[in-house]
């Protein structure tokens, strides 16, 4: 059953359909910043995922990032062990029996070649490494 319009529900209607018309007031926004005038901007990362896989003793070699270097363990997922570095992460896996790796210089193989590490207290990390039977690094300053 439909009702017949009445006159206060035709004159709420007409404001209705009216207030929809008028435009809204301004609203404050944040200005848009300035153009890049490079790309660089938008494709830096302040952090790396670095994935590294091994041959020999796993054992061994991850204790050397964790508990030698002192990398915190962030667990391990489907067999990579993973390791927090700051923002970036060190990810761990055994590389296969039969895996060969292409070794050589920067244009004849890919991988990561060098990675500067930075530690807060030298002579706590040269006591990590003598506690684990290794000898203490030279550590060169900057």
């Not at 570095?85 to 070649?113: C, E, H, M, Y």
């Amino acid at each position: 059953m439909t009702r017949p319009m009445t006159r206060t529900s035709t004159s709420l209607a007409l404001t209705l359909l009216l207030a929809g018309l008028i435009p809204a007031g301004v609203h404050a926004q944040s200005t848009s910043p300035d153009p890049a005038t490079t790309a660089a901007p938008y494709f830096a990362e302040n952090s790396m995922n670095v994935f590294r896989r091994f041959t020999g003793d796993g054992v061994k070699t991850l204790e050397f990032y964790g508990q030698v270097l002192g990398f915190g363990s962030i667990g391990a997922v489907g067999g990579v062990s993973r390791y927090q570095v700051g923002p970036s992460q060190l990810k761990f896996t055994k590389a296969g029996a039969n895996t060969k790796f292409t070794r050589g210089g920067i244009n004849d193989a890919a991988g990561v070649r060098l990675w500067t590490m930075w530690f807060p207290d030298e002579e706590v990390l040269a006591k990590r490494f003598t506690v684990h039977g290794l000898p203490a690094p030279a550590i060169r300053g900057p």
